[in-house]
């Protein structure tokens, strides 16, 4: 409602000349040793964008600047951020975040890599294996890209010991026996109904030993690490 906007517009004033005062004061007492801390120049940056915001709303001229008063107004959700300074825990959370990113990147970037090697290769195993209960057309190894999904389902922990079993299954499928070893002729005419191979235990163990212990685990340990270098900093 109208009613509503003006309110919103009058705060947003009343705090703007408040954060103005206070840049102010600050600039007036400190001087040049304002600019020497990072969240000075933050607080500072955010007052010179509100005012600009405010200063092309209220200027008249035929120029069309609502893309740029839109951009310059965004500076006022970054007010929020002043808030991390008189909070020693967010303070901690936000460097606990910055010291993890780079560990973090590191072993996202070797998961992925597994995660790859993993799809090729269960293409390469069990691409025939004909559909059951869990293995089916929408968890299989048919194509790389539902290689990939099947891998990162079975991350989670879903039926990945089911999937594991159905492609070591070498028996006969709802009156259908498998196949030892199928032609491209035969898998054309009859469709794909190949037999699972043991290997399958290979697979799936190393997979998850792999990806949902070690990776995981690490990703855990560089959390924890950064939280003791972030608390140690704000000390």
């Avoid at 460097?95 to 090729?120: A, E, G, K, R």
């Avoid at 890209?145 to 879903?158: A, H, K, M, N, V």
């Amino acid at each position: 409602s109208e009613v509503y906007d003006n309110v919103l517009e009058n705060l947003n004033l009343m705090f703007s000349v408040i954060f103005n005062i206070e840049c102010a004061l600050k600039v007036i007492g400190l001087g040049r040793a304002y600019f020497y801390t990072s969240w000075n120049k933050f607080d500072f940056s955010i007052v010179i964008g509100t005012d600009i915001g405010f200063f092309l709303r209220f200027i008249k001229s035929g120029i069309d600047i609502s893309t740029i008063a839109t951009v310059v107004r965004a500076f006022r959700i970054m007010r929020i951020v002043r808030l991390i300074r008189s909070s020693q825990t967010m303070r901690i959370i936000l460097d606990t975040i910055m010291h993890i990113l780079p560990q973090v990147t590191n072993i996202m970037s070797l998961v992925f890599l597994l995660l790859f090697i993993y799809s090729v290769l269960g293409m390469k195993l069990f691409s025939t294996v004909m559909y059951q209960d869990y293995y089916n057309d929408r968890s299989n190894f048919r194509n790389f890209g539902d290689s990939l999904l099947l891998l990162i389902r079975c991350l989670t922990g879903e039926d990945w010991n089911r999937i594991m079993d159905n492609l070591a299954f070498t028996g006969e499928y709802n009156g259908q026996k498998c196949a030892e070893d199928q032609t491209y002729e035969q898998m054309q005419n009859e469709g794909i109904n190949g037999c699972g191979t043991n290997w399958a235990y290979v697979f799936f163990i190393s997979y998850m030993i792999l990806l949902s212990m070690i990776i995981m685990n690490l990703s855990v340990a560089a959390v924890i690490e950064g939280l003791d270098e972030a608390r140690k900093s704000n000390l």
